[in-house]
């Protein structure tokens, strides 16, 4: 076993993530966070640059960060860029170059975007002043830099340069623009780190606060992956060093919401009972709660997908399919002692209804309650149908009933030449089992097997789809058929008074000139007359 000596624990927690990273070991906590997040860097030159960069150079340039939002970078860029003019040339602006007149002012400096240092217009020590101040800010220290200007603009005033003035209180409007945009929790609270934790399964998510000057400067979430059931506390112990390093944080103080068993050396772990702090400490929970809602629920979406696809497989397999039973359409018949008989049709496409493709069938060639000449004929209306329009089949047709029904449909598909274009299967009520085409015996799928609920849930929508619609026709019929005894009364008018009344029961309550003005005084007075011999129509 290699080891290694260090002075401090902190030391050890930083080279064991270091370590983790290198070698990442297969049983390890999994830190998901793979995003390379940008810095804002002060360049170590004579006239510093600042700009936004996503590499770190050792070269003596100090660096900010990182910022997980992108978003809040560009704005604070924009407010530094604003405030204090800084050249963004790369020239090396060295005394001795600046003297031999070696460079000339540039359009930013017509603009007003730069001092020109580069022609001497601006000193070393004004344009230092403002990376001073621009390190304090990035420092999150912009209370410090709003005092300094403040004093400035009132000495301003006092010695009459009055747009000098006015120009130091744009620049304080924009800092305390800036300022208002941050949560402000306690102006004394400085310079705390705030960690919190959440589970859920085999994953744990992370929020971290930075605040500075009572404001939240920094936030950062990161997922953990559990490997080997670890507990909260080795979960935020190894967060909190990672996170730590990443964003360089020195402060001295972090407030979790237990206790660990860590030992940083000048760091004092506080668990607040009450106050800002612990209203600070709930703020990072809710945070983490919401980054794990997010996570699951647009994993979620994923799984679904993959989910789909693996039953789809499995449909496959167990009903011996060639291909992917992507396309999968159903019939049902209904009727009630032979009246009125329909048939439904349900579409399943990736294993979900689609059900702008259902269709409804009235049966048209078959007198009395025969389900399986309504099933032959309804299956080559559709089938035909597509053949016709050159359409896609589907890859599986399920036909709710047991062999007679089945071999119905089959009669149907090799009128048309389709019996092996498709593959057809039936499923009897009894045993719910599954019958294909040939076979004398029947599949017997688990009571819990997937392929078996999918086809159970296609029978089931095709049955009440076709309910649904029958009941409607009965309904109408019988309406129809109450109206067809009054003589002289047609068909056209019977339709004209259900699209106007809906029922024989709203005609029957409707007044004498509503039934007058939809069929005329004459036939108005046979209507009244039938429906209520009592009432009649002068």
């Known amino acids: 076993v290699k080891f290694t000596v260090v002075d401090y624990e902190l030391e050890a927690l930083l080279l064991e993530n270091t370590l983790i990273k290198k070698y990442q070991p297969r049983y390890n906590i999994q830190l998901k966070d793979d995003k390379s997040y940008p810095f804002v860097c002060v360049k170590n030159e004579r006239f510093p640059r600042v700009f936004s960069t996503r590499q770190l150079v050792k070269d003596g340039s100090k660096y900010y960060g990182p910022y997980a939002s992108v978003k809040m970078l560009n704005a604070l860029l924009e407010l530094i860029s604003k405030i204090y003019p800084l050249r963004n040339c790369n020239f090396l602006l060295s005394e001795e170059n600046i003297n031999k007149g070696k460079f000339k002012v540039c359009l930013e400096y017509q603009i007003g975007n ?13 344009y230092d002043d403002g990376i001073k101040h621009i390190r304090q800010i990035l420092n999150g220290n912009i209370s410090s830099v709003i005092k300094y200007f403040k004093v400035k603009m009132v000495q301003a005033a006092k010695d009459y340069q009055f747009e000098y003035a006015q120009s130091i209180k744009d620049k304080l409007k924009l800092l305390e623009k800036y300022k208002s945009r941050s949560v ?43 490997k080997l059931n670890e507990s909260k506390e080795e979960l935020l112990a190894l967060a909190i060093t990672d996170i730590r390093a990443k964003f360089g944080s020195e402060s001295k103080e972090i407030l979790v919401s237990f ?37 699951f629920s647009r994993s979620e979406k994923l799984n679904r997908e993959q989910k789909n696809t693996r039953l789809l497989e499995q449909m496959k397999a167990d009903l011996r399919l060639k291909v992917l039973p992507n396309h999968i359409e159903c019939f049902d018949n209904s009727n009630i002692q032979g009246t009125n008989p329909v048939s439904a049709m349900v579409v399943f496409k990736k294993g979900k209804p689609s059900k702008r493709d259902y269709r409804l069938f009235n049966i048209k060639s078959v007198t009395g309650p025969d389900d399986f000449a309504s099933m032959e004929e309804v299956v080559y209306r559709r089938y035909k149908r597509l053949v016709d329009e050159k359409q896609e ?25 389709l019996e092996k274009t498709i593959q057809v299967i039936s499923i009897a009520k009894k045993l719910e089992e599954l019958y294909f085409p040939g076979d004398d015996l029947p599949l017997m799928l688990d009571k819990r097997s997937e392929t078996l609920k999918v086809i159970q849930q296609l029978r089931d929508e095709a049955h009440r789809f076709g309910i649904k619609h029958h009941r409607k026709r009965r309904i109408k019929s019988s309406l129809k058929s109450e109206l067809e005894e009054i003589k002289g009364i047609g068909d056209s008018t019977i339709k004209a008074l259900l699209n106007k009344f809906g029922s024989v029961k709203k005609v029957k309550e409707a007044k004498d000139k509503e039934i007058v003005a939809v069929v005329g005084m004459a036939k108005a007075k046979l209507i009244v007359g039938y429906l209520d011999p009592k009432r009649s129509l002068p």
């Not at 402000?184 to 399964?201: A, G, L, T, Y």
Request: net charge positive.
């Open 259 to 295: 206790k660990l068993n860590i030992n940083y050396e000048d760091v004092k772990f506080l668990v607040p009972q009450r106050g800002d702090k612990k209203k600070l400490l709930e703020l990072s929970v809710k945070n983490a709660r919401y980054f794990m809602m997010d996570k």
């Open 184 to 226: 402000v929790v306690n102006p004394k609270i400085h310079n705390v780190d705030v960690f919190s934790i959440v589970e859920k399964e085999n994953f744990a998510f992370v929020n971290f606060f930075k605040v500075a000057n009572g404001s939240i400067v920094q936030s950062h979430n990161v997922e953990l992956k559990k």
């Open 393 to 417: 089949f589907p890859q599986l047709i399920v036909i709710d009933g047991g062999k007679g029904q089945l071999s119905s449909a089959i009669k149907s598909l090799k009128k048309l030449n």
């Open 114 to 126: 730069c001092n020109g240092p580069c022609e001497n217009h601006q000193s070393e020590t004004d």
